[in-house]
């Protein structure tokens, strides 16, 4: 192209304005990888990321992959966006580990992948954007353990073995009970995040260790609910356990305001909203953020999206803020 012919082109293209250049741009296609859609958390990630006002204005064509628990399934996920010509993906593995393949795919298909929610092991992320899940499990536990006194004993109800919240939420949790010489871990199995099993655990604990159980240390709302389930069913009171979990998921909420347990809020709107707009900028470079959460968490700062972490903070769920994020669940 000659230099009259640049002039010619560039004066053209300042004289459609920003409008018609935006209008030959194609949606930014970015995949949201759930680990699963089961339960109320990752339904919750998921459709803020639909709410992100990028989606919504047609700049992003959002699709949404439920992982169903299986990092294999994942990685075929992977796959066919790539195969589909996908821009950008966000991916909350479901192993710590193998959710290491997944990304190495991506990249080498030269597919930026923000990491949100759980941590892959992977050094290739463009960024990860999350909470930080030792100290939600040092929270929690400590919440039960002060409530017991720091005598008794407790059982650990654990998320799916060897993804980054139970291992993470596990160390937290072993940082409070370290506080506690004295307490006692009677049971310490997976309930796989799902609120069925760990009313099925809790059942046979209570069969086996009865009243000698004072805590119950879950390592997610689900599963707090199952245990709950669990002390019910066997006709015992609620009020005598000390129980916790993590998340705030609504039946959570409402299971703090009646006094049954614990919980801490994890914002997965914030972490959903912040991963779009850190794989929106690794595509478009000159990209501003669109999504509130920046101003919501002046202590995460945006920095241009050039950070490798975002760490959205944890809210504990209170008697004072509680009906205020219930009426944010209408």
Same mark, same amino acid.
């Given at each position: ?7 010619? +082109?560039?004066?053209l293209a300042l004289g459609l304005g920003v409008g018609a250049v ?30 992100? /006002? ?38 909350? /593995? ?17 597919? #930026? ?13 463009? +960024? ?12 929690? =536990?400590? +919440? ?6 720091c005598t008794g004993d407790v059982v650990i109800i654990e998320g #799916? ?14 940082? +409070?009970?370290?506080?506690? /010489? ?35 240390? =879950? ?35 409402? =299971?703090?305001?009646?006094?049954e347990m614990d919980s801490i809020l994890q914002d997965g709107e ?14 478009? #470079? ?11 968490? /002046?202590?995460? #700062? ?29």
């Open positions: 192209m000659t230099t009259k012919m640049m002039m010619t +082109a560039s004066a935006q209008a030959q741009d194609d949606p930014i296609k970015i995949g949201m990888a759930a680990y699963g859609l089961n339960a109320e958390f990752m339904q919750l990630w998921s459709a803020a990321g639909e709410t992100h /006002p990028a989606v919504q204005s047609g700049m992003v064509e959002l699709t949404i992959f439920d992982g169903r628990y299986d990092a294999l399934v994942q990685q075929d996920q992977f796959e066919t966006m790539i195969t589909q010509g996908f821009d950008a993906i966000v991916f909350a /593995p479901m192993d710590v580990e193998a959710g290491a393949t997944a990304v190495q795919l991506a990249v080498d298909a030269g597919i #930026p992948v923000v990491g949100s929610n759980a941590r892959v092991n992977s050094d290739l992320l463009t +960024a990860y954007v999350g909470s930080n899940d030792v100290e939600a499990g040092y929270l929690e =536990a400590k +919440a039960v353990l002060d409530k017991m006194g #799916p073995i060897g993804q980054s919240g139970e291992i993470q939420r596990g160390e937290g949790n072993e940082q +409070a009970l370290a506080e506690c /010489p004295d307490v006692s871990i009677l049971e310490r199995q997976t309930g796989n995040w799902s609120r069925a099993e760990a009313q099925a655990l809790m059942e046979n604990w209570l069969t086996s260790h009865g009243e000698n159980i004072k805590g119950v240390i =879950a390592q997610n709302d689900e599963m707090a609910l199952g245990a709950i389930e669990a002390i019910k069913a066997a006709g015992m009171d609620v009020s005598d356990f000390a129980i916790a979990g993590v998340d705030g998921v609504t039946d959570a909420l409402n =299971a703090v305001k009646s006094g914030a972490q959903a909203l912040g991963s779009i707009d850190v794989a929106i900028k690794a595509v478009r #470079p000159e990209y501003e953020p669109m999504a509130d959460i920046w101003e919501q968490y /002046p202590e995460m #700062p945006w920095n241009d999206g050039a950070s490798k972490e975002y760490n959205v903070p944890w809210t504990p769920v209170t008697a004072d803020n509680v009906d205020d994020l219930l009426a944010g669940r209408q």
